[in-house]
């Protein structure tokens, strides 16, 4: 996409850029026409994290620069200076303390970082938000399959993307991989295996008896063997949940393993827990300190997991929604809507922040207590898809996103 | 005598409805399935856990807070000790570098004998325990117990539709034990009183218990939310948290479509000010129990869906429970959950309106709700689509292999299995469809929880391919009474009848 360039450094994805209209549809025109026509040699890998609960953007990246903050936050505050000072983004935004890894990687263009951002949807529930999130589609209540695996099923059979599945993590799969195409299961071993030969005639009963249960053993068994393969296999440490620092750098080595495998899967999906800081939230140290640190160690765990890779990688991290710009009555944050979502990776054009910031004054606010969404996370994440795997605008439009043809691919968000 | 046709229904509907087969069930349980559980269900009654070291709530409030207390006293004895060691001319070498990681480690950060998945939760900051070292610390030691206690209770019944029930009610209105030391050390509790005395009888009793109980006021924050115009709200400039009000309005009633609005849960928060759990002091009742505080509830009558509600204190709150149960949007909400859970993820559309049918026209009367379920032909004869969920399937196993699991083989193979007790990722509950139970992991992990119990009772069941057809009665396939019958060992024969697509789906 290099001929885009210079159009897209201007008017999609500058600092605080306007995204208007005219620039969108004069960037709709850049997307190739074929799927696969702008793919050419690469061999792309592409996770997708999904924060479940809401992320508080507004401390993981706190604007700092505006003149309102300040006010909003009392008792949760970041500083841009003193102790535990939050690290420089562009002398507006600033990123909090706990993500050293993320920081050291936007500086050196391995990562950008979208803000005022949010899905279609408007209200506040977190599992509405996240079907909405997940699915793909307009709004809830839509649930038999999600956008990752639609977009697999979109693309060419035969290629290394569409036959190496989409790779779901978590004994239960998240939305976002659930679908028709194949899927593979993986989380972290916490107990003795079974033995082949028990999983051999389990699979010849449910062939003759139960063709679903047999359709998810043998996924079983592929994932199992590529796992084998990287020297994952029997490595049956305890260890946290999704919600804990080690969970979380557990479940990003392991996806990192399987998307890293020459016969693994291309693209993944998995979920960290937790985010839903109601009450006592902390500021620089704290609740929500202590998870984004997770997150950080599990982006750092990705770039060394995926090192040969890394170069062809984009790590999109997203949430339901935000919360409350204004702080509640218990040191926390309510449910709300605008929020951050980072694209991390040696495959995105870093070092940059997007956004088409609204303010925090009271009429600035959406319904006068939400961060205001300006980017549509859809227009990012068919940016990011469209020039990763060269799928065109229209199956963007119809099959992965359906009903989003007026929502633009943002443009160069990949380099 | 039954015609065969009506034996597998009957078979499949106790699996459905009930636990399922239990060694040394009587020979008629099959023939007589309906007659059973609807009888269960006349009774009214479901039984409490016996064996526990709490009696209650109230004991375990108390109990918890003098745990609490003398956790502090004893980090700050070690931070003193520390601080000793650090000072100057010390003898120890290298004792300053220890103090100071001792004095600055964060919560959350201890190592040594937590518990298996819940050790370093960031919600979850379980203090490190006391002496002796190797007892876990009483929040989780508690758990565990109550954990046992409600396994081996399931294990008993002949039918079980109770304790199905009380699944389900529990995960309705679930609360995540690894929010904080209280919902761990309380959600036993919670589920004995909260829901079992309520399953057979008003969905109104049910909500009030639930959300008056102090594990959910402590799970969804409502004991930190303070009316801002209050007494306490106007001296400490502290306010509202909408967090249970928004769930009980998504999740426990109305349902994320029942028509309510963003006013409607800031105004559900401010009716509900002031319920809350006793401080430690214990000023408005026994510490740890549930009080009303009428120094933070909001003054004034704020509308919900449309309507006033002026009356003093606790009543309004009261007040505001008693419409939601009786919204019509809660019986279509509640029924379509039931029939979900107990027939099939698409719910057939006129068994769910009948439920909610008989749900309005007995303003909530579960007792009604549950028998219309269990007399009606389309629940008992859809076909067997739905997967055993992990506790079903725990319970089916040790049911079905006439053995009693302690503590930790409950919680190691539930947590693998992605449904221990009690924690939720979320307080929207465990899933209840096949997407999320009958995924290729999830297929996996239970297999390797199969081979693990079919090794463990190898020893003690006599003949695997008797105990099949016991066990799955008149459903079993040839397929799978020849998988049992070639199987290399015995171990492996028991994986394969626990792992049978007739064992795993009901």
């Known amino acids: 996409m290099s001929d885009t360039d210079d159009d897209c450094e201007r ?12 620039g969108a549809l004069f960037a709709w025109s850049f997307v190739p026409k074929f799927a696969y026509a702008a793919a050419g040699s690469r061999d792309p890998r592409f996770l997708l994290v999904v924060l479940r609960g809401a992320l508080d953007g507004l401390s993981a990246v706190p604007p700092i620069g505006d003149p309102d903050y300040l006010g909003l936050r009392e008792g949760i505050a970041l500083a841009k200076d003193g102790p ?18 993320l920081a050291r990687l936007y500086a050196s263009g391995q990562a950008s970082i979208v803000h005022a951002a949010a899905t279609g949807y408007r209200e506040r529930s977190h599992f509405d938000g996240q079907d909405v999130l997940e699915s793909g589609q307009g709004g809830p209540g839509r649930t038999e399959s999600g956008w990752l695996n639609r977009l697999i099923a979109s693309l060419p059979q035969g290629e290394a993307v569409s036959r190496h599945g989409v790779l779901g993590v978590g004994v239960v799969p998240p939305l976002v991989v659930r679908g028709q195409a194949p899927i593979l299961g993986w989380a972290p071993p916490r107990m003795a295996r079974a033995g082949p030969d028990l999983m051999q005639r389990l699979g010849d009963l449910y062939g003759e008896r139960d063709p679903g ?18 020297g994952m296999a029997g490595d049956t440490r305890g260890g946290g949940g999704p919600d804990s620092i080690e969970g979380m750098k557990r479940i990003a080595e392991g996806a990192a393993g399987l998307v890293g495998a020459d016969d693994g899967p291309r693209i993944a999906a998995l979920a960290f827990e937790g985010w839903d800081t109601h009450a006592n939230e902390g500021g620089a140290k704290g609740r929500l300190a202590q998870l984004l640190g997770g997150l950080d160690g599990a982006l750092a765990t990705f770039e060394q997991g995926l090192k040969p890779v890394w170069k062809d990688t984009v790590v999109m991290v997203v949430t339901e929604f935000g919360r409350t710009a204004k702080v509640n009555g218990t040191v926390g944050t309510d449910h709300g809507t605008g929020t951050v979502a980072f694209l991390v990776g040696g495959a995105v054009k870093g070092g940059r922040m997007i956004a088409d910031w609204p303010g ?5 606010l959406y319904e006068k207590r939400d961060l205001k969404p300006t980017t549509d996370i859809r227009a990012v994440a068919k940016g990011v898809v469209s020039e990763l795997f060269g799928l065109s605008g229209p199956v963007l439009a119809e099959k992965v996103f359906p009903g989003t043809g007026e929502i633009a691919p943002m443009q160069g968000i990949v380099g | 005598m039954a ?7 009957n078979s499949l509907g106790l699996q459905r409805f009930g636990l399922g087969f239990r060694l040394g069930q009587p020979p008629g349980a099959r023939g007589e399935a309906r007659e059973l559980l609807l009888a269960e269900i006349e009774r009214g009654t479901v039984a409490q856990p016996t064996n526990l070291p709490f009696a209650g709530s109230a004991e375990i409030g108390a109990a918890l807070y003098a745990f609490e207390d003398q956790e502090k006293s004893e980090r700050e004895a070690r931070r003193v000790l520390a601080q000793n060691a650090a000072a100057p001319n010390a003898s120890v070498p290298n004792a300053a570098g220890q103090g100071a990681q001792i004095a600055t480690a964060p919560p959350g950060a201890q190592v040594g004998t937590a518990p298996p998945g819940a050790a370093s939760s960031v919600q979850n900051q379980m203090p490190q325990p006391s002496k002796p070292p190797n007892e876990p610390a009483l929040p989780y030691k508690t758990y565990r117990d109550e954990v046992l206690a409600r396994v081996l209770l399931a294990l008993e019944p002949d039918g079980g539709i109770g304790e199905r029930l009380v699944q389900f009610w529990s995960n309705h209105f679930c609360i995540g034990a690894t929010k904080s030391n209280m919902t761990r050390i309380m959600a036993g509790a919670y589920e004995r009183e909260a829901i079992r005395p309520h399953v057979f009888g008003r969905f109104e009793d049910m909500l009030v218990a639930a959300e008056s109980h102090p594990a959910m006021l402590d799970f969804l924050d409502n004991r930190l939310s303070i009316g801002p115009g209050s007494p306490a709200g106007k001296r400490r400039g502290r306010g509202l948290n909408e967090n249970l009000a928004r769930e009980i309005l998504e999740l426990h009633t109305l349902g994320v479509s029942g028509g309510y609005g963003q006013i409607d849960v800031t105004n559900l928060a401010r009716i509900i000010t002031g319920w809350t759990v006793v401080g430690r002091e214990g000023g408005l009742g026994a510490p740890g129990s549930f009080a009303f505080n009428a120094g933070l509830h909001e003054p004034g009558e704020p509308p919900l869906l449309g309507k006033p509600y002026g009356q003093p204190g606790q009543e309004k709150g009261l007040a ?14 509640v029924a379509i959950k039931l029939v979900r859970h107990f027939v099939a993820d698409e719910p057939p559309p006129a068994l769910a309106r009948d439920l909610a049918t008989v749900f309005r026209r007995t303003d909530g009367d579960l007792k009604a709700v549950s028998r219309a379920l269990l007399e009606s032909d389309v629940a008992w004869e859809a076909q067997p689509t739905k997967i055993r969920t992990p506790q079903e399937f725990l319970i089916a196993a040790y049911r079905a292999l006439g053995r009693k699991p302690d503590s930790g083989q409950i919680i190691g193979p539930l947590g693998v299995m992605g449904q221990p007790f009690w924690q939720p990722s979320g307080p929207n509950g465990y899933p209840d469809t096949n997407d999320a139970w009958a995924s290729a992991e999830g297929i996996k992990t239970r297999i390797d929880v199969a081979a693990n119990w079919g090794r463990q009772a190898a020893g003690s069941v006599p003949d695997p391919r008797a105990l099949a057809e016991d066990a799955l009665g008149p459903q079993i396939s040839a397929e799978t009474r020849q998988a049992i019958a070639r199987a290399e060992s015995k171990s492996q024969a028991l994986a394969l009848l626990l792992m049978s697509p007739e064992f795993q789906r009901r």
């Open chain 2, 3 to 9: 015609s065969p046709s009506v034996l597998r229904t």
């Open chain 1, 213 to 230: 249960l047999a359709r998810a053993l043998a996924q079983a068994i592929e994932t199992e063997g590529i796992a084998q393969r990287r």
């Open chain 1, 11 to 22: 008017m999609t994805a500058s600092r605080r850029a306007v995204l208007g209209a005219a």
């Open chain 1, 360 to 364: 925090l004054r009271p009429e600035q």
């Open chain 1, 84 to 101: 535990d000072a939050a690290l420089p983004l562009d002398g507006f935004f600033y990123l909090h303390p706990a993500m050293p890894n």
């Open chain 2, 320 to 333: 505001a429970f008693s419409d939601l149960a009786r919204h019509p949007a809660t019986a279509d909400f």
